[in-house]
């Protein structure tokens, strides 16, 4: 009897142990975007290293998954990811997932009040159709991690999660949730005290997807090039814009790492205008739990510099 018990109870703390110790990268605990991969890692901390679905600077908007990627979600113990509304490239993969694997939708898991896409008053001067059967990706602005007070309920969803699927590393998670959370104020803080004196400086931005940022922290975009990132603007729009620039007296317009510079170049001849970058997902960034930081400094940065450099008329 004795043998049988102790046999058991190495068995337990075996089974402990291997649990505890996830494997770097091996496909366990998959993310679908960079700056939520650098929330995952963050919590997991030593425990293990989570797998980014899409790398090499590709974009969701527009992603295609392979079937070795629908594979890895597949095995994967935990997927998380935005919503199917924003990595709509998801939606039917998902379907095919088994019971096994746990899926956390960051919208929903998290609770997180949705912002609409702005297409009334200044903001109107689309008039291309957008052919989008997912009504929701069409109506509403799914990048809330562009407010780190989202990114701070992420961390606690996160670490729930994970603290259910491996409860060997709960304190662990715990730990590493409370000192991310913690950076996230301060990263709040600093950000907010950058950017207060430029409220109500206009601006334009290539697509609608800062309207997280800009709330929390109270500037004002106007404005944007084109209805998605893939669609390039009407030569109708691009007068609009243009017109809108002159009378709103707008001093900085915002591209993005993949557009095509000649749109930029349009908008901008003959303006004066100064033409900054933002990088709403980090595809410049090297994956890291830190990436998340980065991104929201170099997004307020960015901003920054652009309002409050001298306007310059361009040629």
């Not at 997180?112 to 200044?122: I, S």
């Not at 109500?200 to 997807?209: C, W």
């Not at 893939?230 to 915002?254: D, M, W, Y």
Request: hydrophobic share 40%; proline share 7%.
């Amino acid at each position: 009897m004795y043998f049988l018990t102790l046999l058991i109870s190495l068995f337990f703390v075996f089974s402990l142990s291997a649990e505890a110790a996830i494997p770097h990268g091996d496909g366990k605990v998959v993310v679908s975007i960079k700056p939520l991969y650098s929330l995952v890692a963050s919590v997991m901390g030593e425990t293990g290293t989570p797998t980014l679905l899409i790398d090499k600077n590709a974009s969701p908007h527009d992603y295609s998954l392979k079937p070795s990627e629908v594979t890895l979600i597949q095995h994967a113990d935990m997927f998380f990811f935005v919503s199917p509304h924003f990595e709509t490239f998801l939606q039917k993969p998902l379907g095919l997932v088994t019971k096994k694997t746990n899926l956390i939708n960051m919208v929903e898991s998290s609770h997180l009040a949705l912002l609409p896409f702005r297409r009334d008053g200044d903001w109107d001067i689309h008039h291309e159709h957008i052919h989008d059967h997912d009504h929701d990706s069409a109506r509403f602005d799914y990048h809330v991690w562009l407010d780190p007070a989202n990114a701070m309920k992420m961390v606690s969803t996160i670490e729930r999660a994970m603290s259910h699927r491996y409860p060997a590393n709960q304190q662990q998670y715990h730990a590493n949730a409370q000192k991310t959370i913690a950076r996230l104020r301060l990263l709040d803080q600093r950000v907010s005290a950058e950017l207060k004196p430029l409220h109500h400086m206009p601006y334009i931005v290539f697509h609608d997807a800062f309207h997280y940022f800009e709330k929390a922290y109270g500037i004002s975009a106007v404005g944007s090039i084109a209805l998605e990132p893939e669609q390039p603007p009407s030569a109708q729009t691009l007068n609009a814009i243009r017109h809108k620039i002159r009378k709103l007296g707008v001093s900085c317009v915002f591209t993005e790492p993949q557009v095509n510079r000649g749109v930029i170049n349009a908008v901008s001849e003959g303006l004066p205008i100064i033409i900054g970058q933002l990088d709403e997902q980090g595809v410049l960034l090297p994956v890291s739990p830190d990436l998340y930081f980065h991104l929201i400094e170099n997004i307020a940065n960015e901003i920054h510099t652009c309002l409050t450099t001298p306007k310059k008329k361009r040629p």
